[in-house]
């Protein structure tokens, strides 16, 4: 461990030498360098009274940690590793004690979560004051520092991919200098990881997304747009909005634009895709060929893969049997696709179809329900009627 901490951690984690000219990602302010947060390794049960006091920490399966600090930068780089520390030891103790305020200064500022209340250039979510609300331009920069931290909480999440740090720790927990090298060792291979394996992220897309999604927003938020003050000061009434034009995302999909010109469901020829089927009408029939070829072309595949892996195909000498072969059993299962996607507009037609004759049904039913009542009432004042005449006296000249 020694050695392997020696070797990559002082390479792969390490804090910017220039991290005051560095350009920050995060757009509301440009002096917000670094995102810091504590993660917490969970141990078992301390046998003494004074450890479990120590290392008591709520948020955990075993409610006994070891806490670490993490920081991180926006192109989610791990840049610091503090050292290990009782699970018990306030998140602003590990700050001060981590070192990473000495390079904090105007131009290089610190996002963290309101457990890192108190420091100058540390900057954290507003807190509610009692008996107030928090204002609209509050909530826009709590929204902002929270949407920033999610750089550190995906960190974290991957940090706790690797077993040792997110399953229950077995190792001597009264070693936290041991503790502090694994963990500064993972980190270093948590950077390395994410050279390969990279986070997504919408921000680094060229050209950047103008939406965020197709859909309206959710009802509250709109609800939020019609608060006293704004209806007041007249400034953020809901308009309507703009069409769409340009690249946005859609369900976590990128999609360049709408053109309302093309059908919802395009031909296999327009995507420059092969069609292997000859009837497109005999659905039933074309997907039952189409799964047994699929079942003929794994069997060839089989036998091809235990001869040889490299023999060249007959027909294309730049690729193997094998690739050949892969490629065919793809081509198929996209012809299968395209087949079962030309019958969604007849399913969803048939489900509105059953859809409007349940409620035709049920509304049959309520208004004989209603005529049902309706007749009752009516028999229940007839009989009133005839009870007054036979008590009402005649009136005689």
Do not use: W
Request: aromatic share 8%.
């Amino acid at each position: 461990m020694n050695i392997l901490h020696s070797c990559i951690y002082q390479q792969l984690v390490s804090l910017p030498t220039d991290i005051a000219s560095s350009v920050s990602k995060h757009g509301p302010e440009e002096h917000h360098k670094l995102i810091v947060d504590s993660t917490f390794i969970a141990i078992p049960e301390p046998h003494y009274s004074n450890q479990r006091k120590a290392y008591y920490h709520a948020k955990n399966s075993t409610n006994y940690a070891i806490k670490v600090q993490i920081a991180c930068d926006f192109n989610h780089h791990i840049v610091h590793v503090s050292e290990c520390y009782h699970g018990s030891v306030h998140d602003i103790t590990v700050l001060r004690q981590s070192g990473l305020l000495e390079y904090a200064e105007e131009s290089v500022q610190i996002i963290a979560d309101k457990g890192y209340i108190g420091e100058q250039y540390v900057i954290t979510p507003k807190k509610k004051q009692c008996g107030h609300e928090l204002t609209d331009d509050e909530k826009n920069f709590n929204r902002d520092i929270n949407s920033a931290r999610a750089a550190i909480e995906n960190i974290n999440q991957r940090l706790k991919t690797y077993a040792i740090l997110g399953s229950v720790y077995r190792g001597a927990v009264d070693d936290l200098d041991k503790m502090t090298k694994i963990i500064q060792v993972v980190a270093a291979l948590c950077n390395l990881n994410m050279t390969k394996h990279p986070i997504p992220r919408l921000l680094f897309m060229d050209p950047p997304p103008i939406l965020s999604s197709a859909f309206p927003l959710p009802p509250m938020n709109y609800i939020e747009l019609f608060s006293d003050d704004n209806i007041r000061q007249n400034n953020k009434i809901l308009q309507p909005p703009p069409p769409i034009e340009g690249p946005y995302e859609l369900f976590g999909l990128y999609v360049n634009g709408i053109d309302h010109s093309e059908p919802i469901i395009r031909s296999l020829a327009a995507q420059q895709i092969q069609r292997v089927y000859t009837r497109p009408d005999d659905y039933k029939g074309e997907l039952k060929k189409l799964c047994f070829a699929i079942l003929t072309n794994y069997l060839d595949l089989l036998q091809i893969v235990s001869r040889s892996t490299v023999t060249p195909s007959p027909e294309s000498g730049h690729i193997t049997l094998r690739e050949q072969k892969i490629h065919e059993i793809e081509l198929l299962f996209i012809n299968i696709h395209h087949l079962i996607n030309e019958l969604r507009p007849h399913q969803a037609r048939e489900t509105l179809r059953v859809i409007l004759e349940e409620q035709k049904q049920q509304r049959e039913k309520t208004s004989e329900k209603l005529y049902s009542f309706l007749n009752r009432i009516v028999d229940v004042l007839n009989s009133a009627v005839y009870s007054l005449n036979d008590h009402v006296p005649k009136v005689t000249n």
